[in-house]
């Protein structure tokens, strides 16, 4: 008999009332989580009132047959940063049972509700694939159309250091965005990605480079056209002295930026770059260098915002 985690974290943020005209409008949460999901400790200091919330996977790594389950319902008004405590690991699964010769897969599933004059951002830390691996995750937002999403995906394919490679293992991707408007929800952006076998290897695909990112930013409705064409621009110029390959584009309400190479510091720094771009559009603070991981570039050396 084999045994599985079924991981929970149902997580509500709401902001609370000033006391005065002179207090910052934070954003609070409630939240319960199941084993092996964990919440550690929530800032809410930030400058702009937004609420910093670290998940901790307790049990070290994830295996075959395991299900997590992330619900988080933005409420009007509030403003959030979820990150992860650690990277994550997928260790392999393949061949692994004379009564699953195929293997089980890992199953990872997320649920935002994200409501009027919201600001919701994913960040977590990269997720490693281990040789034979099988993770797949999904993705759907509800987003409202004067609210803001921003998410980063990042992860390596096999244990590069060691020398291994993903081998038969895959990885499996689901975004899909809503926007609600008076009479039914729409689509406003679906993106599936598989990574495995002939992908890691093609001229078409991650040609042997073991890490992959990806950045998606819907923005609310009144965003201009013409800011967002600025805003590729700038973003497109952010990959100075950084290796690998990064590719940004438009969405039609939004940006999207891929990269493909050896290296997640430079995905993490490159985005980074890009989110800070995000707040500056918006005319919101800037990015403050998170407790829980160092994203930003130069964390020991900078103690403040950058400016």
Not at 116 to 127: A, G, H, M, R, V
Not at 180 to 204: M, P, T, V, W
Not at 238 to 243: M, P
Not at 258 to 284: C, D, E, N, P, V
């Amino acid at each position: 008999m084999t045994s599985q985690w079924h991981g929970t974290c149902d997580l509500r943020l709401y902001k609370r009332p000033k006391s005065n005209n002179k207090d910052i409008v934070k954003t609070i949460h409630q939240a319960k989580c199941t084993a092996p999901l964990k919440l550690m400790r929530v800032f809410n200091d930030k400058k702009d009132g937004r609420c910093e919330i670290p998940i901790l996977h307790s049990a070290g790594g994830i295996v075959g047959g395991d299900q997590l389950t992330i619900n988080i319902n933005a409420e009007e008004d509030s403003s959030a940063i979820c990150s992860s405590v650690a990277a994550q690991k997928v260790y392999g699964s393949r061949g692994r049972s004379k009564l699953n010769p195929q293997g089980r897969w890992a199953n990872q599933k997320c649920f935002f509700q994200i409501e009027k004059n919201s600001d919701f951002e994913w960040i977590p830390q990269e997720l490693i694939v281990y040789q034979g691996g099988l993770f797949e995750q999904n993705m759907t937002v509800n987003l409202d159309p004067s609210s803001s999403f921003l998410c980063v995906d990042l992860v390596r394919l096999g244990r590069t250091a060691a020398g291994e490679e993903l081998g038969n293992g895959v990885w499996r991707s689901s975004l899909k965005v809503f926007r609600k408007n008076s009479q039914r929800k729409h689509y406003e952006f679906s993106d599936r990605l598989e990574l495995s076998g002939e992908a890691l290897k093609s001229i078409h695909g991650l040609e042997q480079r073991p890490v992959f990112g990806s950045l998606t930013w819907i923005t609310p409705k009144e965003i201009k056209q013409k800011d967002l064409s600025d805003l590729l621009v700038n973003c497109r110029q952010q990959r100075a002295g950084l290796e690998g390959f990064m590719t940004c584009s438009l969405l039609e309400n939004g940006i999207s930026a891929r990269y493909t190479g050896m290296s997640t510091q430079s995905a993490r720094f490159w985005f980074y770059r890009i989110w800070s771009l995000t707040r500056i559009l918006r005319k919101l603070s800037l990015p403050e260098y998170m407790r829980i991981w160092p994203m930003q570039e130069n964390p020991s050396t900078d103690t403040k915002c950058p400016s």
